[in-house]
């Protein structure tokens, strides 16, 4: 059997590649969602001084939020399409493959009605998205505590490896999940400037 130069790591065959790669992406996503949340929940302990920071942080989630909809979609797709790679993996427990279409439904009507509260709709509407937006959010926060812990040792586990020389080259893609993961920060930080001084709203919810 031919034996590997000192430092040269195995590769992964194409289909456990796609699979650790969508893994590792999901949770580079979630570490720095989790990041953000826990920012975000500091300024929901003195909301009315801090709404604008509130509302700033809140803007920089959405593409982040939509990009791990879209990875954890992914992985759902191809488990329920068969792809041998992803039903050798296997589905999440079933108490995770319940929550997780909650955790998705939550997420979208905490953002949907929040964004709603600051630059879309009319004032006569603030009142009952503001209710809107506290009860999904009070729901929202129970599920993904859940998840989250579910998930935790995981993404503590596979989030740092591609920002690390030795476990970055075991996984091909290392460069591109690395630029997704930047863009969509990026594009939440541009989100969120053009959008915060429009805040239409932000008096009525620190109200």
């Keep these: ?20 790669g ?5 949770s580079s996503i979630a570490a720095a969602l989790f990041a953000l949340l826990f920012v975000e929940g500091l300024t929901i302990l003195q909301i009315g001084r801090l709404i604008r920071p509130h509302v700033f942080i809140g803007f920089v989630l959405i593409p982040p939020i939509l990009f791990k909809v879209a990875t954890t979609s992914w992985r759902i797709a191809k488990y329920y399409r068969g792809d041998p790679a992803y039903v050798r993996k296997g ?33 006569s509407w603030h009142s009952q998205l503001l209710q809107i ?27 740092p490896r591609d ?3 030795r476990t970055r080259r075991q996984v091909r ?11 969509s920060i990026g594009l939440g930080l541009v989100l ?8 239409a709203g932000w008096r009525v919810i620190s109200n």
Aim: net charge positive; aromatic share 8%.
């Design 1 to 20: 059997m031919a034996r590997l130069a000192p430092g040269v790591l195995p590769r992964t065959s194409g289909e456990s590649t796609g699979v650790e």
């Design 22 to 26: 969508n893994a590792r992406l999901t």
């Design 91 to 123: 589905p999440p427990a079933p108490l995770l493959r319940l929550l997780g279409p909650l955790v998705i439904v939550l997420s979208m009507a905490v953002v949907a009605s929040g964004v709603g509260l600051v630059v879309v709709a009319p004032s």
């Design 133 to 159: 937006h506290q009860a999904t959010f009070l729901l929202w926060f129970l599920a993904t505590a859940v998840h989250v812990m579910a998930h935790l040792v995981e993404t503590a586990t596979l989030a």
């Design 163 to 165: 920002w690390f020389g």
């Design 173 to 183: 893609g290392a460069s591109a999940r690395q630029w997704v993961l930047v863009t």
């Design 192 to 199: 969120a400037t053009w959008l915060t001084p429009y805040a």
